[in-house]
Structure formats: structure tokens, C-alpha cells
């Protein structure tokens, strides 16, 4: 069983047990453990991170983990096969920049090359998290373009400024990992 209480998935494929021991990883917080599940040009979408590459995307993954306020994360529907695969997660946390609770659905894709992630994206309402983190000016216009987009360029300019201050990868290219 999860910590999070569901059945183990059927865990006969190597590559349902990659996705499994990124999902346990992210549980622990241990990103290293997570990127360890990274093809070094592992490339990431999302709503709200539309397209990161490489250290990007371990990067945002210290950065948001670095500032999680009261995280929990449970995984499941877990199914892969030699090429793709896909889960099931829901993310708990308190917003930083607003104290608001989240609670986040998300259905996750994966691609896989050499026993590694090489694409993961990640799919989830972006209105319905800005309500959430946002309060009432997520409700109301959250589903806009507009703020849609101001969403996503304050994200980036975010993540730009977490890896300018912490080096954006630096410690990643002794592991070989860019």
C-alpha cells in the first residue's frame, strides 16, 4: 500500500517502477531522488510551466519542494509500458505567496528512453487551481487568457530568479546532469 492508503499498482513493468519511485521520492521531498529518474534532456509541460528543459526542470522541482508549506502527495492509477506511461497524483500544500490551501489534481504522461523519463507533462485545471491559490480573483478571472498567462510568465520569472540565486544547476554538472 501508498502511505496515502491505495493499492500498490501491478508493478511488473520496469518502467511502472520508475514512475513509482519518482512519485515516492516527491512524497520525501528528496529531488535528488526524483531527478535521478530524469533523462539528463528530460523535457516538461504543465499549465502553468507550458515547457522546461533539462536543469529546468529539476530545478523547478527543488524551488517548488524548497517552498512547500504543509505538502502531501498521494499517487495512483500507475500503468506503463516500454514507450509511455501515466499516473494519477493530487498535490496538498498551503500556497506561499497567499496562505491559501491547495489541492491540486493532476493526470500525469510520461515517455520513457533508456530506463529514464525523457517527457513528463503534467495536466490539471488551471482555473480550478487559481481559485485555490488565488481566492476570489482566480474564481472570477482565472479562466482568462489573461490571467492565465500572468500566471505562467510570473512562474518563470520566479523559477529564473530561484536558479540565478542558487546557481541554476550547478551542483547537477558533477552528476553529469545539465
Known amino acids: 500500500m501508498h502511505k496515502n492508503g491505495d493499492h500498490k499498482t501491478d508493478m511488473t513493468h520496469p518502467n511502472a517502477a520508475l514512475i513509482e519511485r519518482f512519485y515516492e521520492a516527491f512524497q520525501r521531498r528528496d529531488v535528488e531522488a526524483m531527478a535521478a529518474c530524469y533523462?539528463?534532456?528530460?523535457?516538461?509541460?504543465?499549465?502553468?510551466?507550458?515547457?522546461?528543459?533539462?536543469?529546468e526542470v529539476t530545478d523547478m522541482w527543488r524551488m517548488l519542494v524548497s517552498r512547500a508549506q504543509e505538502?502531501?502527495?498521494?499517487?495512483?492509477?500507475?500503468?506503463a509500458d516500454d514507450q509511455t506511461g501515466s499516473a494519477h497524483w493530487v498535490a496538498s500544500y498551503v500556497f506561499s505567496q497567499t496562505g491559501r490551501t491547495v489541492i491540486n489534481p493532476i493526470d500525469a504522461r510520461f515517455v520513457f528512453r533508456d530506463g529514464l523519463i525523457v517527457e513528463?507533462?503534467?495536466?490539471?485545471?488551471?482555473?480550478r487551481w487559481s481559485s485555490q491559490?488565488?481566492?476570489?480573483?482566480?474564481?472570477?478571472?482565472?479562466?482568462?487568457?489573461?490571467?492565465?498567462?500572468?500566471i505562467r510568465a510570473q512562474a518563470r520569472r520566479g523559477l529564473g530568479a530561484w536558479r540565478a540565486k542558487t546557481g541554476g544547476g550547478e551542483h547537477r554538472l558533477a552528476l553529469g546532469r545539465t
Open 133 to 150: 491559490a488565488l481566492g476570489a480573483k482566480g474564481a472570477l478571472l482565472g479562466w482568462t487568457p489573461f490571467v492565465q498567462n500572468a
Open 71 to 79: 505538502f502531501s502527495l498521494a499517487f495512483s492509477r500507475v500503468t
Open 39 to 55: 533523462a539528463p534532456d528530460v523535457t516538461f509541460g504543465a499549465p502553468v510551466f507550458v515547457e522546461l528543459h533539462g536543469g
Open 120 to 127: 513528463h507533462r503534467d495536466r490539471f485545471e488551471l482555473w
